[in-house]
Structure formats: structure tokens, C-alpha cells
């Protein structure tokens, strides 16, 4: 049974960093099987699909546009984690923040869905 | 970006009743493979989504077999034959097609 559980803070100051983990269990971040995402959703935006990390021979990194120049996810093999970074943040990055797995056939090349979500983290964005 | 449009944005069933909710894409979900991309979540009050239907009309392990998915190209649905209490919550279809993967705004589903 796969398991995520997120962590981080609630509450972040304007124009600082968001800075959540993911911490996986039942399954290995490097599964050629699985991608890695983050998904955040708020009453304004609703789901909002923020990016991936998957590793296939070597590891991919695929973001949103709209928040590509402040964001970073980075796989942690040895604590077999991912972690968000959202840098820069303003009240409207204020979101619930889950992480979830994407599930794949067996080749790896084409995701099915997403079977593993987290608890869901709110944070919020304000002085 | 592909753009979801979902409707009715409300759904209110009375138990027993069959229901159904329609999700339109601004871009053919159809990929080479023959698949189409298209997910169907049920996000119940308090709690993390939850997978129903993949590729536009495969039951996920587990979900009940009164959920079902059709459509093709851009049109799709998502039927319950018989609703129930539990069913309660807020539907979301999603395209997989292509990153950036983007949602639907929603239908919440209650019960009259």
C-alpha cells in the first residue's frame, strides 16, 4: 500500500519560500512505474497541476508555466522523498498543496492516472 | 493549455436516480496509443481526490460499478446508474494529455 505524507509549514511570509516534502512510502521515488507531482487547489484557482519529477534512466523535471520561473522539485533518493519549492510567494499562492503519484503501464512511457494522493497541506500566504 | 469545461456546475440527485455529468475539452484528448486522456475524481467533503474513471472509460480498481465513462475527441461523460449518499462531494474530470495537466471547475454532486 503506497503512502505520501506531506510536511511543511502553514504559514508563509510575502516573497519568501514555500518549502513542502512528500515523504513516500511503498514505492521507491525512482520507479520507472510512477511520476511524482505536485497539484495545488484553492477556491480562486480550483486544481491547479503545479509540475512533475520522474525518473526514467535519468531523472525529468516537467513545470507549470505560469509558475516555472519560482519553482523547484527535486527527488530525494536516500530519504526517498520530493520536495517542493515555490519561491517568491504573494497571497495568491495561498492553496492547499497536495502531492500525488501518477501511475504507469509498464513501459514507463504512458501515464494512466493518479491512484496515491497526500493529506493535503493549507498554506497560507500573509504577513 | 487545454481548457476543461465541466456542466452542470451543481448537480442535486435523489438517491436511487441516475446522473450524469458532462466534461468538454478545448483540444482532442485522443492520443496515438488510441487512448484518450481524460480522468474522472470525486473529491468527497474534508478528503484528497479520489480516481473513478481513466482513460476516458476505464473503472479504476475498486470504484463501484455503477460509475461509468464515455465520449471521445473533445465530448465526455461521467454516469452514476444509481446514486447513493456516499457519492456525495465535488466531480472533476482531467486531461492527461499534455502538460500542463489541467482540471475541470468542478461538479458538486448532493443529494435532494
Known amino acids: 500500500q503506497v503512502q505520501l505524507q506531506q510536511s511543511g509549514p502553514g504559514l508563509v511570509k510575502p516573497s519568501q519560500t514555500l518549502s513542502l516534502t512528500c515523504a513516500i512510502s511503498?514505492?521507491?521515488?525512482?520507479?520507472?512505474?510512477?511520476?511524482w507531482n505536485w497539484i495545488r487547489q484553492s477556491p480562486s484557482r480550483g486544481l491547479e497541476w503545479l509540475g512533475r519529477?520522474?525518473?526514467?534512466?535519468?531523472?525529468?523535471?516537467e513545470y507549470a508555466v505560469s509558475v516555472k520561473s519560482r519553482i523547484n522539485m527535486n527527488p530525494d533518493t536516500s530519504k526517498n522523498q520530493i520536495s517542493l519549492q515555490l519561491n517568491s510567494v504573494t497571497p495568491e499562492d495561498t492553496a492547499v498543496y497536495y502531492c500525488?503519484?501518477?501511475?504507469?503501464?509498464?513501459?514507463?512511457?504512458?501515464?494512466?492516472?493518479?491512484?496515491?494522493w497526500g493529506q493535503g497541506i493549507l498554506v497560507t500566504v500573509s504577513s | 493549455d487545454i481548457v476543461m469545461t465541466q456542466s452542470p456546475l451543481s448537480l442535486p440527485v435523489t438517491p436511487g436516480e441516475p446522473a450524469s455529468i458532462s466534461c468538454r475539452s478545448s483540444?482532442?484528448?485522443?492520443?496515438?496509443?488510441?487512448?484518450?486522456?481524460l480522468d474522472w475524481y470525486l473529491q468527497k467533503p474534508g478528503q484528497s481526490p479520489q480516481v473513478l474513471i481513466y482513460?476516458?472509460?476505464n473503472r479504476a480498481p475498486g470504484v463501484s460499478d455503477r460509475f461509468s465513462g464515455s465520449g471521445s475527441g473533445t465530448d465526455f461523460t461521467l454516469k452514476i446508474s444509481r446514486v447513493e449518499s456516499e457519492d456525495v462531494g465535488v466531480y472533476y474530470c482531467?486531461?492527461?494529455?499534455?502538460?500542463?495537466?489541467?482540471f475541470g471547475q468542478g461538479t458538486k454532486l448532493e443529494i435532494k
Open positions: 500525488a503519484r501518477h501511475y504507469y503501464e509498464s513501459s514507463g512511457s504512458y501515464p494512466q492516472y493518479f491512484d496515491y
Open positions: 511503498g514505492d521507491t521515488v525512482s520507479s520507472n512505474t510512477a511520476g
Open positions: 519529477t520522474y525518473y526514467r534512466s535519468k531523472w525529468y523535471n
Open positions: 483540444q482532442s484528448l485522443l492520443h496515438s496509443t488510441g487512448f484518450h486522456y
Open positions: 482513460l476516458g472509460s
Open positions: 482531467m486531461q492527461a494529455r499534455q502538460a500542463p495537466y489541467t
